[in-house]
Structure formats: C-alpha cells, structure tokens
C-alpha cells in the first residue's frame, strides 16, 4: 500500500512540474512537427485514447455506436483513459443543462401553442413559425429525451467502468498553476470562461504518468473530442505545446480526433 501511494505522488508530482514549467518540454521541435504533422502509422497495441465530455454524450447519437463501444470492449488491445474532471464537464454541462432547457422548452411551447390556437385563426403564421423552430431545437438537442440514446450512452459509461483508467489529480496542487497558464493563455482552457479544460488535460497527464510507472508500453495518445477551439488544436492539429506537454510526461505523439475518425479506425 505505502509503495502504491508514493507511486501516486511521485506521478502527481511530475504533473505539477510539468504543468509550472518545473519540466523541460521541446516545444519548438513540437512546433517544427506541427508545420508538417505527418504522424508515423502506430499499431492500436501502441495506443492510448481518451474521451472528452462532449463524446460521452455524442457517441449515443452516433450510427455506428454499438459497433464503437463492442470494438473497444472486445478488440482494441491499447488503454483508454477517461480524465476525472470529464465526469464532473458532462454532468454539468453536456447533459443536465441541456436536458433542463430542453424540457422546459417544450412545455412552453405547447402552452403557446394551445393559446395561439385558442384566440384566432389569424395566429395560425406565428405556431407554423413556432413549430418549425422548436423542430430546428429538437433536431440539435431533441435526442436527449430518446430512450435509445439514455441506453446507448449508458452502454458506453460501463465499458468505461470496465476499461478506463479515470484519474483525478489533486485540485489544491494545480489550481495556482490554472490561474497563471491561463494568464499566459497556455492551452488548453484559455479560449474558456473556467478551467475545466485545464484540468481535464492534467487528469488526462496523470493517467499517461501512471502508465509509464507501470511499465505500460505506449507509443501514441489520442483525444476524441468535438472541439475545436485553437486552445486544443488547429484544422485538426494539436496545439504543439500540448503536444510538447505529453511528450515530456510519456514520449508519446499526440492527436486530437473526431468520432468519425475513431470509427473509420476501429471498425475498418
């Protein structure tokens, strides 16, 4: 137990030396791999993924999602690491303020509806117009209230019970280091309001520490995320400094996917 715990800390405390600049990074030879970005080809067995919140939420709307999550199950043979903070960014911000908004829209707007219908015939323009937009929402958010997607992306949360490593570095260590990397605009989260991207990219630092402490051999580190704002990457490149960032902590490349492009590679 005392071995394990002073892994932990040892692990912990590299992230925070990485994350104050405690920890050389190359970040101009991750700035020169950038003007390029060509990847070498790496096996799954080399691989790292990681999810971010918006994919815990949108993997059930994808076509292709039982195929996705039996894929990860059964055949990918690297690791997957789901930051802790995605847990808190989904709860928070993906689901229940969607799921809230959603409901209290539709509610609303049947009560309009009725009433329009109830007054006169001439209103008749304004409920076409209603409807026409809460369908626009609906097609957008709508899926929330599907039975399937509550199931599907229940599917995906237990293959990341059973798989993932979900690591959670300790707040109280980092949360200087947020206030000044987001004054320096050190990705990722300077393009935020908070720092959740922040520390969703130090949970996801310490699970790559833990696996190079475990002697887990591991060549590549993908993040399937949506966005794509260029505080995480730029038409699909990964900022070089958090590039430079996960090179330090593992000597692994780094690379930001779409859904689409996890699919394409798992189920080819």
């Given at each position: 137990m005392?071995n394990?715990?002073?892994?932990?800390n040892?692990?912990?405390n590299?992230?925070?030396?990485?994350?104050?600049?405690?920890?050389?990074?190359s970040?101009l030879?991750?700035?020169?791999s950038a003007?390029?970005?060509?990847?070498?080809?790496?096996?799954?067995?080399?691989?790292?993924?990681a999810?971010?919140?918006?994919?815990l939420?949108?993997?059930s709307?994808?076509k292709?999602?039982?195929?996705?999550?039996?894929?990860l199950?059964?055949?990918?043979?690297g690791?997957?690491?789901?930051?802790?903070?995605?847990?808190q960014e989904?709860w928070?911000?993906?689901?229940?303020?969607?799921?809230?908004?959603?409901?209290a829209l539709?509610?609303?707007f049947?009560e309009?509806?009725?009433?329009?219908?109830?007054?006169?015939?001439q209103f008749?323009d304004?409920?076409?117009?209603?409807?026409?937009?809460?369908?626009?929402?609906d097609?957008?958010?709508?899926?929330?209230?599907?039975?399937?997607?509550?199931?599907?992306?229940k599917?995906?949360?237990?293959l990341l019970i059973?798989k993932?490593?979900?690591p959670?570095v300790?707040r109280?260590?980092?949360?200087a280091?947020?206030?000044?990397r987001?004054?320096?605009?050190?990705?990722p989260?300077?393009?935020d309001?908070?720092?959740?991207d922040?520390?969703?990219?130090?949970?996801?630092l310490?699970g790559?520490a833990?696996?190079?402490?475990e002697?887990?051999?591991?060549r590549?580190?993908?993040l399937?995320?949506?966005d794509?704002?260029?505080?995480?990457?730029?038409g699909?490149?990964?900022?070089?400094i958090l590039?430079?960032e996960?090179?330090?902590?593992?000597?692994?490349?780094f690379e930001?996917?779409?859904?689409?492009?996890?699919?394409?590679?798992l189920l080819?």
């Open positions: 005392a394990a715990l002073t892994a932990e040892d692990c912990a590299q992230v925070c030396s990485l994350l104050d600049r405690g920890t050389e990074i970040a030879t991750s700035l020169s003007l390029k970005f060509e990847l070498p080809e790496r096996e799954l067995a080399e691989t790292v993924i999810f971010d919140a918006n994919i939420l949108r993997m709307k994808h292709d999602c039982d195929d996705i999550v039996d894929s199950r059964t055949a990918f043979p690791k997957l690491i789901l930051p802790g903070q995605v847990i989904f928070n911000n993906q689901f229940l303020g969607v799921d809230s908004i959603s409901s539709k509610k609303k049947k309009i509806k009725e009433t329009i219908g109830n007054i006169d015939h008749g304004y409920a076409t117009r209603f409807d026409a937009l809460m369908n626009e929402f097609e957008e958010y709508g899926y929330i209230f599907d039975e399937s997607t509550a199931r599907k992306t599917l995906f949360v237990d059973e993932a490593r979900v959670f300790k109280s260590l980092i949360s280091a947020a206030e000044v987001k004054r320096t605009k050190t990705p989260g300077f393009k309001g908070g720092d959740g922040f520390f969703v990219w130090a949970d996801l310490l790559l833990e696996l190079k402490k002697g887990v051999p591991y590549r580190v993908i399937v995320t949506l794509k704002k260029i505080d995480w990457s730029r699909g490149i990964p900022h070089p590039s430079a996960i090179h330090a902590i593992s000597g692994a490349e930001t996917i779409t859904l689409e492009t996890l699919a394409r590679r080819v």
